[in-house]
């Protein structure tokens, strides 16, 4: 069983940056890959980003691609989300999350294990 713990979220002026992380504060990361999602107030959940165990492979949605980047640090068991030039329409809650496999994957439902969540805000 794994926990997840996000941070770094906060209230943001459009153009801003922000980074979040993902702490694994029960269970390992290491050797699986990781993804970080956002859900809006009234829509569904959206694929963000994911990594693969190592950190050598990337994938975005294309409405972060250029801004975002995602990483990770194996010694510190911990994934990050670095957010760039936001705007308003990247407010939402972000969730980091991992399974049991080692490639990344984009669709939510191969996911085992969840954060809680961390409230990103982009003022205009």
């Known amino acids: 069983q794994v926990q997840l713990v996000e941070s770094g979220g906060g209230l943001v002026q459009a153009g801003g940056s922000l980074r979040l992380s993902c702490a694994a504060s029960?269970?390992?990361?290491?050797?699986?890959?990781m993804g970080w999602f956002r859900q809006a107030p009234g829509k569904e959940r959206e694929f963000v980003a994911t990594?693969?165990?190592?950190?050598?492979?990337?994938d975005y949605a294309d409405s972060v691609k250029g801004r975002f980047t995602i990483s990770r640090d194996n010694a510190k068991n911990t994934g990050y989300l670095q957010m760039n030039n936001l705007n308003p329409e990247d407010t939402a809650v972000y969730y980091c999350?991992?399974?049991?496999?080692?490639?990344?994957?984009?669709?939510?439902?191969?996911?085992?294990?969840w954060g809680k969540g961390t409230q990103v805000t982009v003022s205009s």
């Open positions: 029960r269970g390992t990361v290491s050797n699986y890959a």
């Open positions: 999350a991992t399974g049991g496999f080692r490639l990344p994957r984009v669709s939510g439902s191969a996911y085992d294990f």
């Open positions: 990594i693969n165990w190592s950190g050598g492979v990337t």
